[in-house]
């Protein structure tokens, strides 16, 4: 993809795709101040799924353009969700007041996921004419999700205490909101250049992994 187009081209066309667990309602934000010779408070352990949700994200550098969901806690993506998805993705992107696009003129990329690899999610694919980068196994490196984005939406809301899904819904929104086409661009650029690196070591990983 790099090879075969200018960076300003991917920037616009490159949709790029994943899902993560989002953790909520942390114990390490429920702090307080007490004395030294208090006894220490005792917190209810709560369920882990009762604490998370996850998001499932695409998105395009510049013009930068969002598409997000969070599941119902504790619900995890299948094939028919993930089609859900996508053709959300579809309508909100062809309908943008700015930049809109269709589908069909973007580039998905895709890894092997059981609801990505799914056949009902594949023949909606192919019928939908999306065109796919296939991701390599094992290497969230090449995703932007988990080399960036991911990580900058995770860091930003450990600073709160969130107490449900729809308050992680409104701040990841805000979060979103505040990341510039400038800082997606140069991502972009980092992963093009750490792509470069993987293929001259020919497919092993460099020592400095950027």
């Known amino acids: 993809?790099?090879?075969?187009?200018?960076?300003?081209?991917?920037?616009?066309?490159?949709?790029?795709?994943?899902?993560?667990?989002?953790?909520?309602?942390?114990?390490?934000?429920r702090r307080s101040w007490i004395a030294k010779t208090a006894p220490k408070p005792q917190t209810p352990r709560r369920s882990p799924t009762k604490r998370k949700t996850m998001l499932v994200v695409a998105f395009t550098?510049?013009?930068?353009?969002?598409?997000?969901?969070?599941?119902?806690?504790?619900?995890?993506?299948?094939?028919?969700?993930m089609i859900k998805f996508l053709k959300d993705t579809r309508k909100r992107f062809r309908q943008l007041k700015s930049a809109p696009i269709a589908m069909r003129e973007m580039l998905l990329q895709w890894d092997n996921a059981r609801p990505h690899a799914a056949a009902v999610t594949g023949a909606y694919l192919d019928k939908s004419g999306l065109k796919r980068i296939p991701q390599s196994p094992y290497s969230p490196d090449l995703n932007l999700c988990d080399r960036y984005l991911f990580r900058k939406l995770k860091s930003g809301l450990k600073r709160g205490s969130l107490e449900g899904p729809?308050?992680?819904?409104?701040?990841?929104?805000?979060?979103?909101?505040?990341?510039?086409?400038?800082?997606?661009?140069?991502?972009?650029?980092?992963?093009?250049?750490?792509?470069?690196?993987?293929?001259?070591?020919?497919?092993?990983?460099?020592?400095?992994?950027?």
């Open 61 to 81: 550098c510049q013009p930068k353009r969002f598409s997000t969901s969070l599941l119902p806690q504790g619900h995890t993506v299948d094939a028919d969700f």
């Open 166 to 210: 729809s308050e992680v819904k409104s701040e990841m929104r805000r979060l979103i909101n505040l990341i510039t086409e400038e800082e997606l661009l140069h991502e972009l650029e980092k992963l093009r250049k750490h792509a470069g690196d993987v293929i001259q070591c020919q497919g092993h990983y460099p020592s400095n992994i950027h």
């Open 1 to 29: 993809m790099f090879r075969d187009h200018p960076l300003s081209w991917i920037a616009s066309h490159y949709l790029i795709q994943d899902e993560s667990w989002v953790l909520w309602d942390r114990e390490d934000n």
